[in-house]
């Protein structure tokens, strides 16, 4: 997989922590409708669905690449859990869900083995949504 590539072709981007009890967090990410939905398993009041800017836009196509997100789903995928990630005390599990502009889909996730540049991504989220990505 040519990952620079890949990177320009994502279309959907869906991101979601939760602990055993089904709390968390998801986020998706609709480039083409320029979307941002969230939500909030803690407190459901706290749902939304906006408009990505501009600037959110640029943040994201320059730092999604940077938390290197594609190569570790790819790991996990290919059972390189070691390699890719840590084992973690926290009781929550994450998953992503990835679909390119040709319709292909990538997909991975763990239980208490989150990756190593989780926060990463974390801090990405949190800058374009504004809120905290983090199990409670």
Request: glycine share 8%; with cysteine; net charge neutral.
């Amino acid at each position: 997989m040519d990952y620079k590539k890949a990177y320009g072709s994502i279309t959907v981007l869906e991101v979601e922590i939760r602990t055993f009890a089904n709390e968390g967090y998801a986020v998706k990410y609709d480039f083409g409708r320029k979307v941002i939905s969230w939500r909030d398993n803690y407190m459901w009041n706290n749902n939304f669905t906006r408009s990505i800017s501009d600037d959110k836009m640029a943040l994201i196509k320059e730092k999604l690449p940077e938390s290197g997100m594609l190569e570790w789903m790819k790991g996990y995928e290919m059972g390189m859990t070691e390699e890719f990630g840590d084992k973690t005390v926290v009781p929550g599990e994450w998953s992503i869900k990835v679909e390119f502009d040709d319709k292909t889909r990538l997909v991975s996730g763990a239980e208490q083995h989150f990756p190593k540049k989780w926060k990463n991504l974390k801090t990405l989220i949190e800058q374009t949504t504004g809120c905290s990505f983090l199990l409670r």
